[in-house]
């Protein structure tokens, strides 16, 4: 697509319930990238891939976060048993094979209540 | 890993002043990047500069790589500049964050 799309674009979600959150990155960027953003902070990295493969995982936070991109391109990060800690903007960005410029989607905003 | 600092936290400014953001890191980067995140919360890319000038605009931005720093000058601002302003670098693929200059441009 045109840009990195990202959806739900809001979901707030019980404690206890699993969510999971969709990226669809720009059309042929290999490399795609999780950030979570509190409010009034900087986006912190979670966890990138290229292709398929999980480059790197060390910002996942615990073992109930996890991510996934099983054909390259779209990506979903699935978060279980949700605790209101995990409230918070959730940013995917993606880039080419032919520059590390990274482009950022809308953001799903995760509200636990 | 690297790390980064903006400064200054905070700036406020009458519409038409100039000002100037800096990003210090902490390691030889590959990527360095300045995000303006408007009102509505969408990150928008201003520059990828690792080394070097761009202007854009009222906006230009320069890194000097061997000095570890990045500024982001913003000239004749508008009301429309507010918001928050990040640097983000890296050499390693993931992008590290700073915390953030937060831009109010008064009428």
């Known amino acids: 697509g045109a840009g990195v799309s990202q959806s739900p674009r809001y979901k707030v979600t019980k404690r206890g319930q699993d969510v999971a959150l969709r990226c669809d990155p720009i059309?042929?960027?290999?490399?795609l990238y999780w950030y979570r953003q509190a409010l009034g902070q900087g986006p912190e990295f979670l966890t990138y891939?290229?292709?398929?493969?999980?480059?790197?995982k060390s910002g996942l936070p615990n073992d109930r976060f996890s991510a996934e991109r099983p054909e390259g391109s779209i990506s979903t990060l699935t978060i279980q048993r949700t605790e209101q800690r995990d409230s918070a903007m959730y940013r995917c960005?993606?880039?080419?094979?032919?520059?590390?410029?990274?482009?950022f989607g809308q953001g799903t905003r995760l509200t636990v209540v | 890993g690297i790390q980064v600092e903006q400064s200054p936290p905070d700036l406020i400014l009458q519409e038409g002043a100039n000002s100037t953001l800096r990003c210090n890191f902490s390691?030889?980067?590959?990527?360095l990047q300045w995000f303006h995140q408007n009102p509505w919360g969408q990150l928008i890319n201003l520059f990828y500069?690792?080394?070097g000038t761009k202007q854009n605009g009222r906006l230009s931005a320069t890194t000097v790589a061997t000095e570890r720093y990045s500024l982001l000058y913003i000239s004749s601002s508008q009301t429309t500049d507010s918001g928050v302003y990040f640097c983000?670098?890296?050499?390693?693929?993931?992008?590290?964050f700073g915390q953030g200059t937060t831009l109010q441009v008064k009428p």
């Open positions: 960005a993606s880039s080419s094979s032919q520059s590390t410029e990274a482009f």
């Open positions: 059309s042929g960027h290999v490399s």
């Open positions: 891939f290229n292709y398929e493969a999980q480059q790197d």
């Open positions: 390691d030889s980067v590959n990527n």
């Open positions: 500069i690792p080394s």
């Open positions: 983000a670098s890296s050499n390693t693929g993931k992008l590290i």
